[in-house]
């Protein structure tokens, strides 16, 4: 044994087990606290992780739910919109007949007026022909003797009319 008393490279082993032995004695508290606070923040992360994905779901949940309220929401106002709509078809429809019977009514009192017009234009110019026709063929037919006998008789029968 004293042989490897002897043997630097016994000596060296001897003094690398002392130095490991004082490295590890004085490193291992900031070793461990170094490694305690590592685990503490990793902890730490892990529950603001979990907080944050519990955050995460109630805020999800919530959205979801008023996303359900604003659907409900936009179909009821679809319906409301379709039933307007709807109404405002029908007056609208309603309103038109009623103006078309207006536009009618007021299209046959203008045709009434219009052919009592032409009908009182055609017997005035039927007058005024039978007029003029009969002015010439009084005008033709009638001599002067007998103009003078027909107004004779027209003076006398004029004082009979005339009582």
């Known amino acids: 044994?004293?042989?490897l008393f002897e043997n630097p490279e016994t000596w060296v082993l001897v003094a690398f087990v002392i130095f490991v032995a004082l490295l590890v004695k004085k490193a291992s508290p900031v070793i461990i606290s170094a490694l305690d606070a590592r685990a503490t923040r990793i902890r730490d992360e892990l529950e603001d992780a979990t907080r944050l994905r519990e955050e995460g779901q109630s805020?999800?949940?919530?959205y979801q739910h008023q996303?359900?309220?604003?659907k409900s929401e936009a179909e009821a106002?679809?319906?409301r919109a379709r039933r307007d709509s709807k109404l405002m078809m029908e007056t609208a429809t309603a309103r038109l007949a009623e103006q078309l019977l207006q536009r009618e009514k007021q299209a046959r009192q203008n045709i009434a007026r219009t052919e009592a017009q032409v009908v009182d234009q055609v017997c005035a110019a039927a007058a005024e022909l039978a007029i003029a026709t009969a002015e010439q063929l009084i005008i033709q037919n009638l001599d002067k003797s007998r103009a003078m006998a027909l107004i004779d008789r027209s003076i006398e029968d004029l004082g009979a009319r005339l009582r």
């Not at 805020?59 to 919530?62: E, H, I, K, S, W």
């Not at 996303?67 to 604003?70: I, S």
């Open 77 to 79: 106002m679809l319906e």
């Open 59 to 62: 805020l999800l949940a919530q």
């Open 67 to 70: 996303q359900r309220g604003v």
């Open 1 to 3: 044994m004293e042989h």
